[in-house]
C-alpha cells in the first residue's frame, strides 16, 4: 500500500521529542489564546451590549473580534514559525533518517544548520512559497488521478478525489526542504529546482504515498476533534448568549494544534523517507526540467533565484 514505515517514522519522532515538545508549545499556545482572546471578546462584547437590548449579539461580534486578532499575529509570526520550529525539526529528521548521531541541544544544532543553509527567516520563507506554486504544476502535468481513471463520464468523481490529491500534497516543500538540508546545499534555490524535477519525475509514486498519510492524519484529527468536543464544551460554558457557540470551533482548533504538534511531522518524515529513497542513484530529468520551465513561472523563478542568489554559486550535490 505505501512505501514508509510507520514503526521507523514513530520512533524518530520519539527521538526528536524536544522538538515535538517545543511544536506542541507553539502551537496549543496558540490554541489558547485564541480561546482566551475570543472569551474576552465575547465577555466585553456582552459588558457592552448590557446598554442595548441584544448583548448576546455583541458578545458575538466581540468573540470574532478576539478571535481576528490572534490571527493577525499568527499570520505575520509564520516566517519565525517556519524557520525556527519547523525547518529545525526537519533537519533532526533528516539526520535520523541517514543514520546519523543526534548531538547534544538537539534544538540549537538544527537551528545553526538551517541558518547555515538558508541564511535569514525571509529567504526560507520566500523559497517555501515559490516551491508551493511549483508544487501546484507538477500536480497538474501530472494529471491528478484522471491518469489513473481515464473512464469517461466520472468527471465528478475523478474532481472531487483531485481534490484530496491536492490537500495530501501540502507537506511536500517540506521535503524539499529536507533535501536541500540533507545535501548540504550551497545553494537552496538551485537545489530545489533539481529536487522538484526529482520529484515530478517521481511523481504518481509520491502522490500514492501522499494520499495515504493524509487519509491516516484526517482519520486521526477527527478522533481527536471529537475527543475534544468535550473539553472545548466546557471552556465556553460560561461565554454568554450566542457566543457559546465557539465551542465546535474550539474543538477544531485543539484539533488542529494535535494535527499541527504531532501529526504533520510524522507525515512530512514518512514521506522523506519516500522521497529519499525513490531518488537514490537518479540525477534530474531534462525533460521534466524543460516542461515545468514552460508550466510554471515560479520554476523560472527559481531557477532565475539560483543565478543571482548565494554568489550564484551552483548547488552542491
Not at 270 to 287: H, N, S, T
Request: hydrophobic fraction near 50%; include cysteine.
Amino acid at each position: 500500500m505505501w512505501d514508509f514505515s510507520i514503526g521507523t517514522t514513530l520512533s524518530i519522532l520519539g527521538r526528536t521529542m524536544p522538538f515535538i515538545l517545543l511544536r506542541m508549545a507553539v502551537y496549543f499556545g496558540i490554541t489558547f489564546a485564541y480561546i482566551i482572546a475570543t472569551g474576552a471578546g465575547a465577555g466585553i462584547g456582552y459588558g457592552v451590549g448590557q446598554i442595548g437590548d441584544e448583548p448576546g449579539s455583541f458578545a458575538l461580534w466581540g468573540g470574532i473580534a478576539g478571535f481576528g486578532i490572534v490571527s493577525a499575529v499568527v499570520y505575520w509570526i509564520r516566517e519565525y514559525i517556519l524557520y525556527m520550529v519547523k525547518a529545525g525539526h526537519i533537519a533532526v529528521m533528516v539526520e535520523l533518517i541517514d543514520g546519523q548521531p543526534l548531538p547534544q541541544g538537539q534544538i540549537a544544532h538544527a537551528q545553526e544548520t538551517v541558518k547555515d543553509r538558508f541564511g535569514e527567516a525571509n529567504v526560507l520563507f520566500a523559497l517555501d512559497q515559490i516551491v508551493k506554486g511549483v508544487i501546484r504544476a507538477i500536480t497538474g502535468l501530472l494529471g491528478g488521478v484522471a491518469a489513473f481513471l481515464p473512464i469517461p463520464g466520472l468527471s465528478g468523481i475523478v474532481g472531487f478525489i483531485n481534490g484530496i490529491i491536492r490537500m495530501s500534497l501540502t507537506y511536500v516543500d517540506e521535503v524539499i526542504l529536507g533535501y536541500n538540508i540533507r545535501i548540504r546545499s550551497d545553494n537552496p534555490w538551485e537545489t530545489s529546482r533539481h529536487a522538484l524535477v526529482l520529484y515530478a519525475q517521481n511523481g504518481t509514486h509520491m502522490i500514492k504515498n501522499a494520499v495515504w498519510l493524509t487519509a491516516i492524519m484526517w482519520a486521526f484529527s477527527l478522533l481527536v476533534f471529537l475527543i475534544m468536543l468535550v473539553p472545548a464544551g466546557l471552556l465556553v460554558y460560561a461565554i454568554p448568549g450566542s457566543a457559546s457557540g465557539y465551542g465546535f470551533v474550539f474543538a477544531l482548533l485543539l484539533a488542529w494544534s494535535f494535527k499541527a504538534a504531532l501529526m504533520e511531522p510524522f507525515a512530512i518524515c514518512a514521506l522523506m523517507q519516500v522521497y529519499f529513497k525513490r531518488i537514490e542513484g537518479q540525477v534530474p530529468d531534462p525533460e521534466w526540467d524543460r516542461k515545468l520551465a514552460g508550466a510554471s513561472d515560479k520554476f523560472r523563478k527559481l531557477a532565475d533565484k539560483a543565478k543571482t542568489s548565494f554568489g550564484g554559486r551552483p548547488a552542491t550535490q
